[in-house]
């Protein structure tokens, strides 16, 4: 009877729930690994260095991570890889908070982990966890042995052996994502001097808002101030929210090739980035109500950054990747941040509208430049030479149709988008294809170009606006005969 009694009194059958652990469902190695890297950040650590290699017995690829952290003592690493084994369990000033990650991110990637520590310059000591031995019944080599002396003042190093859960095979295409991935994740870290090593490659911050990245000379930009949420917690104080938005260049980049964009992060890129204490946790489409997500929103971005003591409220899970938000989060903040993403999903829409209406418009542009030198000279401080033609949109006051400048040899027209002259003409012609319709517009457009520039010659010679209809129909004439 005793020993059916201490038999229903064990929590869990070891070996079964060691298998059990290695489907704890970490969505990538990055994933897994970002625990260990946690581990890091959270001793102090300002280095940290990666090592991926292949294993000559078995193919299959090792890893380890070793940083410069506090390292841990004797009885500390003992805890280290027992589930829940962790002396800030439940804490919320930092990453960690149950105890789970280390074990279960290095059993879902590996057969065997092994972590060694030390600390004021004396001996290593460390650690194994091999699930095979715990599946044939044996015990954990839970044990601190002393390994060897240590060659700095503190430090910790995990290694991860026979990894058959990595979906990479090849090396390079490991190294690739890792980098990628975790320079997302770290993108803060690492802009504040956190160095980071793959195969002694550094790891360069990812930022998936674009706004510090340089492409073809320009960059994103906040799209407006950061906003703030104030929530209250379960404790019953409150903490706060805070939501970037950034919006992508779209006249400056939108010519970029498909190659450049991708791996600039433009393509593919776009979404809600969630970060919690400063590390990403989860990226996607989060918290956007009922706006589905189109081809246009990734040339928009949004950041949502909170502390863990908000845990609750974002349905953080042990290994700390998605999130599930509560009614009370999505009461606060989703409404507004869906009205956001319509209004530049529509601001994206325009602005490729206008940069299809530059395209068309060149070739006004051209024709017009062409006739030029056969046209009244129209002097002015900028130099004697032909004009230079631009045609954009933008909305202007209801009164005008357009309006025209000329300046250093440059006329510019600005067609009123908000005009019914615009919505008329042009509006039918950007959605019809053929030459028919080419030809109507350029037709169209060098009709204003001719006004624009006939104006400008009447106001530079003195005369009267009664001569202005004659001029332009001159000029209008000749434009039409070099098209």
């Known amino acids: 009877m005793r020993r059916r009694h201490e038999q229903s009194a064990d929590l869990v059958v070891p070996a079964n729930f060691i298998r059990a652990v290695r489907e704890s469902g970490y969505l990538s190695i990055s994933t897994a690994l970002a625990e260990l890297v946690d581990n890091s950040l959270q001793a102090g650590a300002a280095n940290v260095a990666i090592d991926v290699r292949m294993s000559g017995q078995e193919g299959l690829p090792e890893i380890s991570v070793v940083d ?15 589930f829940g084994g962790s002396s800030r369990f439940d804490a919320r000033q930092s990453f960690g908070r149950f105890g789970m990650g280390l074990p279960a991110a290095s059993l879902s990637q590996a057969r065997r982990a092994e972590v060694t520590s030390w600390q004021g310059g004396n001996p290593k000591y460390r650690v194994t966890l091999d699930v095979d031995e715990v599946a044939t019944g044996a015990e954990p080599a839970l044990v601190a042995a002393q390994v060897g002396p240590s060659s700095t003042v503190a430090g910790t190093c995990v290694r991860w052996l026979q990894c058959d859960r990595i979906e990479y095979r090849r090396l390079a295409w490991l190294e690739r994502a890792l980098r990628r991935d975790l320079g997302r994740m770290y993108r803060r870290f690492l802009g504040d001097g956190l160095r980071l090593t793959i195969n002694d490659t550094i790891v360069p911050p990812v930022d998936p808002l674009l706004l510090e990245s340089r492409v073809d000379g320009a960059s994103a930009a906040l799209a407006f101030e950061p906003l703030r949420y104030e929530l209250e917690t379960e404790s019953g104080d409150t903490s706060i929210v805070i939501v970037r938005f950034s919006v992508l260049p779209v006249h400056r980049w939108h010519q970029l090739n498909n190659v450049t964009k991708r791996r600039a992060g433009i393509v593919g890129g776009g979404g809600v980035s969630v970060l919690r204490a400063g590390r990403e ?17 990734d040339w928009w971005r949004c950041e949502i950054e909170f502390d863990p003591i908000l845990d609750e409220h974002f349905g953080i899970t042990i290994n700390k990747q998605g999130i599930r938000p509560s009614a009370a989060l999505r009461e606060a903040i989703e409404p507004e941040l869906e009205s956001i993403a319509r209004l530049l999903n529509a601001r994206v829409r325009r602005a ?12 006004s542009c051209r024709i017009a430049a062409a006739a030029d030198p056969d046209l009244p000279l129209i ?19 209801m009164t005008v149709m357009f309006k025209s400048h000329l300046a250093r040899r440059t006329l510019d027209l600005t067609i009123n988008a908000d005009h019914p002259a615009f919505v008329a003409l042009y509006q039918p012609l950007q959605g019809i294809e053929g030459d028919a319709a080419a030809n109507l517009r350029t037709s169209i457009e060098l009709l204003l170009l001719s006004f624009a520039r006939s104006a400008a010659q009447l106001e530079r010679d003195g005369h009267h606006v009664d001569d202005l209809l004659e001029t332009w129909s001159a000029t209008y004439g000749r434009m039409l005969q070099k098209s």
Do not use: T
């Open 68 to 82: 410069d952290g506090d390292g841990m003592s004797p009885s500390d690493l003992e805890a280290c890889l027992r």
């Open 281 to 297: 946790i989860a990226n996607g489409w989060h918290l956007m109500g009922g706006k589905r997500r189109e081809n246009y929103d």
């Open 352 to 363: 490729f509208e206008d940069v299809k209406f530059q395209a068309a418009a060149e070739k």
């Open 379 to 397: 002097p002015s401080r900028g130099g004697s030479g032909s004009l230079r033609y631009q045609i954009a949109s933008e909305a202007l006051p």
